[in-house]
């Protein structure tokens, strides 16, 4: 049990993003490429916990002060380093072994976002700005490495409202950990040296609403609108910002930003949010021609 939560399944959901190129190209139930996306989410997951484990091993010491960070396998000491880096190594052999059977350009999007975190793992997450930008360039390589599995376009509209979204959770992230700084006396990481309460608040009400407005951007934009067949997108917008305010709700009513990954398995409001968004979209996308849809007006 201890070796299974040093490679954190919880957080492969973030690989979820794989599926959006797809899903919003209308070819979900297209078994062979969906198919193609689940072994890519697979290939992601076995590098995402490949570089978990060595972001812990690198940041042991750091871990060990924090208050819920000290209870990670390493830090706590539950797992054995050689048998955990060993453990990374047949994740590191399987993931791209799986990446290159599948695509030469997936391995190569793959191969780029396991140097990236590295080099954050190991030096660049101590730079403020720098470190929530690479965590945002990662969820962009996602949608990029399913947009390529699924042979489907990647709008930029598309990948501008995924990295926006990434950097808004990033920075509530870092938020919660200048809280968890200034309560504790104890600076958690290097990076948090160049963040202030005032600074991540301007940047979470920035970004938000950049983020809003591009979501709208997204749906009315004329190859969105030829490519689905409906103008009618921008009804999803209301799930989108219901879930941006209760996200922010909890960042500064509630000062419980922490993982995002938490909130996500945890809140219920938000769950129904993205559960609502998935199901309107899955309407206007999937059932335009359905007579229902057409008694609606819509």
Known sequence: MTYIKLLRPKDWAKNLFLFIPLFFS?????????????????????????????????????????????????????????????????????????????????????????????????????????????????????????????????????????????LFMAAGKRRDDVLLTISSGVNMRKAIKGYTLDFLNTLLSLISAVMIVSYFMYTVSDRVITQHGTNRLYFTSLFVMAGMMRYLQIIYVHSGAGSPTKILYKDRFIQV???????????????????????LGL
């Open 26 to 166: 209308g070819e979900i139930f297209n078994f062979a490429k969906l198919i193609n996306v689940s072994e890519g989410f697979v290939a992601f997951c076995c590098i995402a916990s490949c570089i978990y484990i060595l972001n812990d091993y690198a940041d042991i010491e750091n871990d060990k002060k924090h208050p819920q960070k000290c209870h990670r396998p390493l830090a706590s000491g539950e797992a054995r380093i050689t048998i955990s880096l060993a453990i990374a190594l047949l994740l590191f052999i399987a993931g791209f072994f799986i990446a290159y059977q599948i695509s030469h350009l997936f391995f190569l999007l793959l191969g780029i976002y396991f140097l990236l975190n590295i080099a954050y793992s190991f030096g660049l997450k101590n730079i403020p700005i720098l470190d929530i930008f690479i965590i945002a360039i990662g969820f962009s390589i996602r949608i990029r490495s399913g947009g390529t599995i699924a042979a489907v376009h990647v709008t930029i509209w598309m990948n501008i409202m995924v990295f926006l979204l990434a």
């Open 273 to 295: 949010c993205i559960l609502l968004w998935m199901v309107s979209f899955y309407f206007f996308i999937y059932l335009k021609h359905n007579s229902f849809y057409h008694i």
